[in-house]
């Protein structure tokens, strides 16, 4: 064989085995992006915790619903929102009046997109959870209990009420014992994660925003009164 054709062989069979190794190599790639995407499915599959368990009287698009009148007021709130806070000191006691009149239906939707404001403590969820567990077994002191969440609401960028403070406004807002003791469940969390992408999903940009009858309402949320004379 001249020196030539060895050279030749040599050739094929360096890039014969340049072609195994990047074979090789592109087959590893493959294998470790597919792992990858196994992990992420599975991990998305578990971010909500468990089955999602709907509370009593919750509406389709995530809701709480409070009362039977034929005007429906829809709130969307987070308990970590200050602009929440304010609208509920300035508007509850007309809500809570128009509720036991028989004049609205009204329906809150907890949302928890603020959970990065606790300082990882998850206070947006935790706040949430105790309100639609009240709401699914002691309805008649939800408003009670929603407002003592708001008349203490902790700042944003800190670790906000811890499970022992919100247990003991529940008890303050008359939530007996029995359920109270069921808050750490927290067998409400993946229907609140689902509620909020719901309202994200339906337009809902922040909180606290109002809708009277499916209508946004321009009112002023934050002047006493300004709400009521809208409805």
């Known amino acids: 064989m001249s020196t030539k054709t060895r050279n030749a062989v040599a050739a094929a069979r360096s890039g014969q085995d340049a072609n195994r190794i ?31 368990v709907a509370p009593a009287a919750a509406t389709a698009d995530g809701a709480i ?32 009046d128009l509720v036991a009149a028989g004049d609205i239906t009204l329906e809150l939707h907890p949302m928890s997109f603020l959970d990065r404001a606790s300082n990882g403590a998850g206070y ?74 719901t309202a994200f999903d339906d337009g809902v940009t922040g909180t606290p925003t109002v809708k009277i009858n499916g209508v946004k309402t321009d009112a002023d949320l934050y002047t006493a009164g300004s709400l009521r004379a809208a409805l």
Not at 22 to 38: H, K, S, T
């Open 22 to 52: 990047v074979m090789g190599i592109g087959g590893a790639v493959i294998v470790a992006l597919v792992v990858a995407i196994a992990v992420a499915v599975i991990t998305a599959s578990r971010s909500t915790g468990g089955p999602i």
């Open 65 to 96: 619903r409070v009362g039977s009148g034929g005007t429906t007021v829809a709130v969307y709130l987070d308990y970590m929102c200050p602009y929440c806070g304010r609208f509920e000191r300035a508007n509850s006691t007309d809500l809570g």
């Open 124 to 197: 947006s969820t935790r706040a949430a959870n105790a309100i639609v567990t009240v709401a699914d077994r002691d309805a008649a002191h939800l408003l009670a209990f929603n407002s003592a969440l708001f008349e203490n609401q902790p700042a944003e960028g800190t670790t906000g009420l811890d499970d022992a403070r919100i247990a003991a406004l529940a008890a303050g807002a008359g939530v007996p014992e029995s359920v109270i003791s069921t808050f750490a469940d927290r067998t409400f969390v993946p229907w609140i994660e689902q509620a909020t992408q």
